[in-house]
Every structure is written in C-alpha cells, then in structure tokens.
C-alpha cells in the first residue's frame, strides 16, 4: 500500500465516528457541506487526526481544506517537513 493510500485509509477510519449522516466517503467528500460536520465536531476531528499523525494542523490550514483528499494531501506534506 503506497504511504498516499495508507493516510487516506486513516484518515477514512477517523471520519466514521463523526459521520453520522453515512455519508459514502471519497476523496471528493466535503467536510462542511457532504458531513454536515459543525465547528465542534471539526475541532473534534481534527484533535484526532493531530493524534494520530503527530502533526499539528493550524487555523490557516483547517480554512483551506474543504474535501478528504486535499487532507491525505495536507497530512503527506506535513509529514514530509518532519
């Protein structure tokens, strides 16, 4: 499994929890309009990913990402700059 596939399979498995619409998850998946997903259960989320990935997510970043892949996509930079 390549490192891309392996963050995004991560990253799918920490969205479950918090899709309580049951949404179909891709890589086109909107946090804000497809999750219906309020600023708590961001925060919520986000605490998890930071977890998980050992990085930290800032306020500027969590603005720019609207859909999963642009995440995989965010969490393979940061962990690049380690």
């Known amino acids: 499994m390549s490192d891309r596939a392996e963050t995004y399979a991560k990253t799918v498995n920490l969205i479950e929890p918090f899709n309580k619409k049951g949404v179909a998850i891709t890589e086109a998946t909107r946090f804000a309009q497809d ?29 720019e990402i609207e859909t999963v892949g642009q995440l995989v996509d965010a969490l393979r930079r940061l962990k690049e700059q380690k």
């Open 35 to 63: 999750l219906e997903w309020d600023s708590l259960t961001v925060l919520d989320f986000v605490a998890n990913i930071e977890d998980e990935f050992d990085v930290i997510i800032t306020m500027n970043m969590q603005a």
